[in-house]
């Protein structure tokens, strides 16, 4: 095998990187069967070295047309951050500088269209290069090294998806909005957009849930970025199911409009089976959902595969809901092997809404979900950990529910802010994290005692993420453990299963999920469940979400005092190494912090308190990284966000909060005056789980200096944030080592483009009807038209003209078909031994 590699060593291109993969490969235990030409042409951004902006203004251009390119700072701030010895760690700062430079906005724009005209529209839209897929490329996407761009991308194939064929003997009705079919038993149908879906006769299957007739309707969200939901019939009258399937309005087309990843997601034109359908509807007709029998129906020819389900993820599945109320299921595996959507599977099935299961077991009490991945989570954003209570089955990914807050379906218990998207930045403040949870799950029994543990672990899996899930599987008393890989290896079976073997609990082992490409990479999800997150509301008078196509910079912001009689967080903390207080508001513009809230004196652990973890002293670690002896008031400071509490009980509150103890670990900033919360020697210690809870998110849009307050943008809603400060807690925020929010800072351009689309589709429709006019009204309409026009250009120049984000307009030929050869879709790197880069690079 060194031989091997040394042969491929000297027919590769020379470059650093592929050198230094080179001997990589020849020190491995196991040498990988690749060759060089199947390696990511991108670095990890901690070793690229860094491009000047010609070079990366080259580069982008090279790409496509009229792209973006975001950055996380300015060479000059870089050499900054290495002089104090963080720049490779740290993360540095983003800004939302859009806010600010936008001033005039036609009104007659702002309306959006109805849903089903903007589904309409979509299957026009070419803006920013939308035939890849991807127009915001930013230089640190896909730090993992999971997924690279495919270098030989397969043929789109006739792959097929419905075995139903819809015709005039199974369609009971169908209009403009809604579609009333037949299946018969075992058979399916597949369809790609969303859809509300009405089970009206028989017995269907839908991502792991059994759905009974009843009145309620599920909402379902089948994009392109994942394998395509199958509805399945199971139990039918006279051997058909009857479902109906209709049209529905969230909002969530519209995010397109903020971001080209939401582009070209959902069904395209019109498909056969459709067209058949509506043959007495007009031409412009179109639902939010297409039925698809071959993937070759999609008019925009795009990857697409039903979502499969292997034989023994069924028998596994039913063999685990037997257990009932009593069971208590730990799913790891490698990074891609299936365990989200094994997860998702089991949740579902275990909270069908379904008289009784075949063991005559019915779930009453809801199930608990604990999400222990802060890299791809179920239900929050990225960076947490959480123990969630959930009472209804979800059908869609992740991004179509990244929060729980004021939803019927179910609720957060308890989170926890990690600060990054892996755990083995800091393994002890996981550990607490997860036992805290797991305790507050013990807590929830009391209320629910028949209520089952889903718990999700990431794909960090080997070295010390093996230790800590070994450890976890002899601790939190089990009754399952689920494996995600029948290639092992070995060196990762073998103690977990003698783990599972001491705690006398069965490990199962069942064969990863077989997608090998796919449209968007981890990198790219996450920033579309974050940027989901923050347009996402939740009405009051409707049961499902809705989504705002509102940008962040015109949203309207909480604001809080961070200095004066009236200050409204305890402080401002910096996970990782130490940062110069200079440097607090360069770091704290424009960042993502976690918003966590302080219960007792307790959650700030003393400098003398922290304790490495091992695999043999994981309960030392967490017994001794609870004690603290920093003293802290547990009163909570008042925080003015539209009014959350009034002045008598901000200044009673502030009266009672103020100590020597909290006051000595706050260093004030000599300019701004922001309050820098650090605790620790060389590096931040966390907060204590056992007395801190995350509430969610926030994004500081501006630190204004003069008047002493922050402008942060968060979707938590008022009433978490009231009941916090009622019970005494107070208010901390975190910034961590999270994706910098590029999302946010181009919005504005992307929103801009939209608006000048939308009015070039209109001026082109009106055309026909001025040619019908006399000479007088035509001018005017084109006077109106040119005046309009001139608006949405000058909102553009502005809009691209902001900091940290470079517009790339080049529309030569040989550029127009280098982006025409580009793909979408990325290809699953699955490396399951030791030294491979999924020990390294998770």
């Known amino acids: 095998m060194k031989r091997k590699a040394e042969k491929q060593q000297a027919t590769a291109p020379v470059s650093a990187f592929a050198a230094r993969k080179a001997r990589q490969q020849q020190v491995q235990i196991v040498a990988p069967e690749k060759t060089a030409q199947n390696e990511p042409a991108v670095e990890p951004p901690s070793k690229r070295a860094r491009r000047s902006l010609e070079e990366g203004a080259a580069s982008q251009a090279a790409n496509g047309n009229d792209r973006i390119q975001t950055r996380r700072s300015t060479r000059r701030k870089e050499e900054t951050l290495s002089s104090v010895g963080f720049a490779e760690k740290q993360p540095q700062r983003s800004a939302v500088a859009a806010r600010a430079q936008i001033t005039e906005r036609a009104p007659a724009l702002e309306k959006e269209d109805a849903e089903p005209s903007d589904a309409a529209e979509e299957e026009a839209e070419d803006i920013l290069d939308e035939e890849n897929g991807v127009g915001v490329i930013p230089v640190e996407d896909d730090a993992e090294g999971y997924e690279s761009p495919a270098d030989d991308v397969p043929q789109v194939q006739d792959f097929p998806l419905s075995k139903t064929r819809l015709n005039k003997s199974n369609i009971v009705y169908s209009d403009e909005h809604t579609l009333c079919v037949r299946i018969k038993e075992k058979m399916n149908l597949v369809l790609l957009g969303h859809y509300d879906l009405w089970v009206k006769r028989g017995v269907i299957s839908l991502m792991g849930a059994k759905l009974h007739p009843s009145?309620?309707?599920?909402?379902?969200?089948?994009p392109s970025t994942h394998s395509l939901p199958v509805i399945k019939c199971v139990a039918g009258v006279d051997g058909e199911a009857e479902i109906e399937v209709k049209s529905c309005n969230s909002g969530i087309y519209r995010l397109r409009h903020l971001s080209t990843l939401y582009q070209r997601i959902w069904n395209g034109k019109n498909t056969a089976a459709d067209k058949m359908m509506l043959k007495k509807a007009s031409a412009s007709t179109k639902r939010t959902f297409s039925v698809l029998y071959t993937s070759?129906?999609?008019?925009?020819?795009?990857?697409?595969r039903p979502l499969h389900l292997e034989k023994?993820?069924?028998?596994?599945?039913?063999?685990?809901?037997?257990?009932?109320?009593?069971?208590?299921?730990?799913?790891?595996?490698?990074?891609?092997?299936?365990?989200?959507?094994?997860s998702r599977y089991l949740l579902n099935h275990l909270l069908s809404p379904a008289p009784q299961t075949e063991n005559n077991y019915r779930n009453t009490d809801g199930v608990a979900f604990l999400d222990l991945d802060p890299g791809q989570p179920e239900f929050s954003p990225m960076g947490q950990v959480y123990l969630a209570h959930l009472r209804s089955p979800f059908f869609g990914p992740p991004f179509t529910h990244p929060s729980l807050a004021e939803s019927q379906d179910g609720s957060i218990v308890r989170a926890h802010h990690i600060g990054a998207t892996s755990p083995k930045e800091d393994p002890d403040h996981y550990v607490l994290a997860a036992m805290d949870l797991m305790d507050r799950y013990r807590s929830l029994l009391a209320s629910y005692p028949q209520c089952p543990l889903i718990i999700n672990y990431p794909g960090w899996i080997f070295g010390l993420g093996l230790e800590v899930a070994t450890w976890l599987v002899k601790s939190l008393g089990l009754s399952d453990v689920v494996y995600m890989s029948e290639k092992g290896?070995?060196?990762?079976?073998?103690?977990?299963?003698q783990a599972a073997h001491e705690a006398r609990v069965p490990l199962t082992t069942l064969p990863s999920q077989p997608t090998d490409f796919v449209s968007r990479s981890s990198a790219q999800l996450r920033s579309m469940q974050v940027q989901s997150y923050f347009h996402m509301s939740r009405p009051s008078e409707i049961h499902n979400p809705q989504w705002l196509a509102t940008t962040v910079s015109r949203t309207r912001p909480f604001i809080v005092d961070y200095a004066g009689p009236r200050q409204g967080i305890r402080g401002i903390m910096v996970m990782g190494p130490q940062t110069s207080p200079d440097l607090l508001h360069e770091v704290l513009d424009g960042a993502l912090v976690g918003v966590v809230a302080i219960e007792s004196p307790n959650a700030i652990v003393g400098q003398a308190d922290t304790a490495g973890f091992s695999g043999t002293s994981a309960r030392d670690a967490i017994e001794n990284g609870t004690q603290g002896n920093e003293d802290m008031s547990d009163a909570a400071s008042d925080v003015d966000m539209n009014d959350v509490t009034d002045a008598s009980q901000a200044d009673a509150a502030l009266t009672s909060s103020t100590s020597p103890s909290i006051e000595s670990m706050i260093t004030r900033t000599p300019n701004e005056d922001l309050p820098y919360l650090f605790v620790g020697s060389g590096s931040c210690n966390?907060?204590?789980?056992?007395?801190?809870?995350?509430?969610?998110?926030?994004?500081?849009?501006?630190?204004?200096?003069?008047?002493?307050?922050?402008?942060?943008?968060?979707?938590?809603?008022?009433?978490?944030?009231?009941?916090a400060l009622e019970q005494g807690h107070g208010i901390v925020l975190v910034r961590g080592m999270l994706d910098n929010p590029n999302w946010a800072i181009s919005e504005d351009y992307y929103a801009a483009r939209a608006a000048e689309k939308r009015h070039q589709e209109l001026v082109?429709?009106?055309?026909?009807?001025?040619?019908?006019?006399?000479?007088?009204d035509a001018a005017v309409d084109a006077d109106t038209h040119g005046m309009v026009s001139a608006v949405l250009r000058e909102r553009i120049r502005r809009a691209s003209n902001v900091p940290w984000m470079t517009v790339i307009e080049d529309n030569s030929r040989r550029h127009r078909e280098a982006a025409q050869r580009e793909k979408s879709l990325w290809k699953l790197r699955k490396k399951a031994y030791p030294g491979s880069e999924s020990e390294t690079d998770w």
């Open 489 to 497: 290896p070995a060196e990762v079976v073998e103690p977990l299963g």
């Open 686 to 723: 966390p907060l204590d789980p056992k007395a801190s809870n995350c509430l969610g998110l926030a994004l500081v849009r501006s630190v204004d200096i003069s008047s002493r307050k922050l402008e942060l943008i968060t979707p938590i809603p008022g009433s978490k944030l009231r009941e």
């Open 764 to 776: 082109a429709k009106a055309r026909k009807e001025i040619d019908s006019r006399i000479g007088q």
């Open 312 to 342: 023994q993820w069924s028998s596994a599945i039913r063999s685990l809901s037997q257990r009932g109320g009593r069971l208590r299921v730990l799913i790891c595996g490698p990074k891609a092997s299936g365990k989200s959507t094994f």
């Open 215 to 222: 009145t309620r309707l599920y909402r379902v969200y089948a």
């Open 296 to 304: 070759s129906d999609d008019s925009w020819k795009r990857h697409l």
